[in-house]
């Protein structure tokens, strides 16, 4: 995006909506033989919320744009734009909160032992 350059940014954020399925999708989402097969399995094993498969789609589908200049439009900037929001959105739902949750899990009183339950 800082160098301007729609089309590339554009089919590399599918490219790092194909890595999150590569790390958050079940077997049986990695191993389907489409980027779009893939999300539909992650949105049926519940990895990726329902409202998010229309997110991921459109990223899939601009970024198959991006990638294939030839057959496709040139992608305004502000479209490529208003994508890295949505991957930036998927990010932070997928990674950053979970990880400022598990951070944010209650105290443990002193002598508690790790494997412990807490009251």
Known sequence: MSIEAPN???AMFRNALAQIVQDKGSD???????LNEAVKQMVTDRTL???FKEWADHVR???NAGAHQESWS???????QELCELVKHLIDTLYVQPGRI???MPAKKRGDTPG????
């Not at 989402?29 to 489409?34: D, E, H, I, Q």
């Not at 412990?116 to 009251?119: A, R």
């Open 28 to 34: 049986e989402a990695k191993k389907k033989s489409t």
């Open 49 to 51: 919320h329902d409202g």
């Open 102 to 104: 598990r951070r944010a």
């Open 8 to 10: 590339a940014a554009v």
């Open 74 to 80: 040139e992608i305004p900037i502000d479209q490529a």
């Open 116 to 119: 412990q339950g807490q009251p």
């Open 61 to 63: 589908k601009v970024g």
